[in-house]
């Protein structure tokens, strides 16, 4: 059955997702869902202004809000894991993004892995996606491989000026409010405050649950590629050309825990090798003294606007 997806209760950056069905097949369920790429969407505007590029994120979010109609799920489920991504090509306005995802329902409890591969309307593949999805465990943590960053003290070292000379995004995709430490070549410590007036709250209806306000771990890890970013052009210098930095790959990312409006999200990235225009980093996204997700592996790359722009 195909249906167009209801009004969503829980806070989202955008209906990522037009239309979900879901089928069971002989090898099990399967969903196949549509997103049209518009500049009218709430966050699309500031990505790229001038370039209307859906990013590769908004791919993880419409799995979970495909997941969210599918299975009928009052509590809101969450990205668990990011099992392996490769982002193919980019998306551009206008583009039909289709998902046909297997999915395959885990024994302990409401959570789903997903194998999608989503491609535009012509069949050009734009990424491959493996997933974890599902409603968290109140109890999840996360082992990280380093403590927590030190709370900042006194002025930043980058400042939000600054930060927006050096990121080709604006409001309300711009994800970094200050960088507060950075050691070109090896690593960046940045911080994200988020609060009650951030757009993907603005829709939401009265009477909803803590779990229901959660921030986006979607935009959370925009935040965090946005950090890394940062580091790429701190570390690089001259080096780098003048393009578009893009999300090429994602291996192993964990997350547990939830970010509340009030919650100040730091991210620490580390710059594990940059060679011919790739970069490859890691990292963590804390609250406090919790680690909110754990990044093994997160690969980018320099793409040239003009090509970019006309990619087809």
């Known amino acids: 059955m195909t249906a167009a997806v209801r009004e969503l209760p829980f806070a989202a950056p955008l209906r990522a997702v037009d239309r979900v069905e879901l089928r069971e097949e002989a090898d099990g369920p399967r969903l196949r869902a549509s997103k049209l790429v518009t500049v009218d969407d709430p966050y699309m505007a500031g990505h790229f202004p001038g370039l209307t590029m859906l990013?590769?994120?908004?791919?993880?979010?419409?799995?979970?809000?495909?997941?969210?109609q599918a299975f009928g799920l009052v509590e809101p489920p969450e990205l668990l894991q990011v099992r392996s991504a490769r982002l193919l090509a980019p998306m551009l306005g206008g583009d039909d993004i289709t998902f046909d995802v297997k999915v395959v329902p885990q024994p302990a409890g409401a959570a789903w892995a997903l194998d999608a591969r989503c491609a535009r309307a012509d069949g050009t593949p734009v990424a491959r996606l493996k997933v974890l999805v599902g409603v968290p465990d109140a109890a999840e943590a996360i082992s990280?491989?380093?403590?927590?960053?030190?709370?900042?003290?006194?002025?930043?070292?980058?400042?939000h000026v600054r930060i927006r000379e050096l990121l080709p995004v604006r409001h309300p995709m711009l994800l970094v409010d200050r960088v507060d430490a950075v050691d070109?070549?090896?690593?960046?410590?940045?911080?994200?405050?988020?609060?009650?007036?951030?757009?993907?709250?603005?829709?939401?209806?009265?009477?909803?649950?803590?779990?229901q306000y959660a921030y986006p771990?979607?935009?959370?890890?925009?935040?965090?590629?946005?950090?890394?970013?940062?580091?790429?052009?701190?570390?690089a210098g001259a080096g780098v050309p003048d393009g578009v930095l893009m999300l090429a790959?994602?291996?192993?990312?964990?997350?547990?825990?939830?970010?509340q409006p009030g919650d100040t999200m730091r991210h620490v990235v580390r710059l594990e090798q940059l060679a011919s225009g790739t970069a490859f980093l890691s990292g963590e996204i804390w609250a406090g003294t919790r680690c909110l997700a754990v990044v093994d592996s997160l690969i980018a790359v320099n793409r040239p606007q003009s090509a970019v722009g006309t990619a087809r």
């Open 55 to 68: 990013p590769a994120v908004f791919l993880l979010e419409g799995l979970r809000q495909a997941v969210a």
């Open 184 to 211: 070109p070549g090896r690593s960046i410590t940045t911080a994200k405050a988020v609060t009650g007036s951030e757009p993907c709250y603005q829709a939401l209806p009265e009477g909803l649950s803590a779990a």
């Open 217 to 235: 771990r979607s935009l959370a890890f925009e935040s965090f590629g946005q950090s890394a970013a940062l580091l790429w052009l701190a570390s």
């Open 249 to 259: 790959a994602i291996r192993g990312c964990r997350f547990a825990g939830g970010v």
């Open 144 to 159: 990280p491989p380093s403590k927590a960053p030190e709370p900042a003290d006194g002025a930043p070292e980058i400042d």
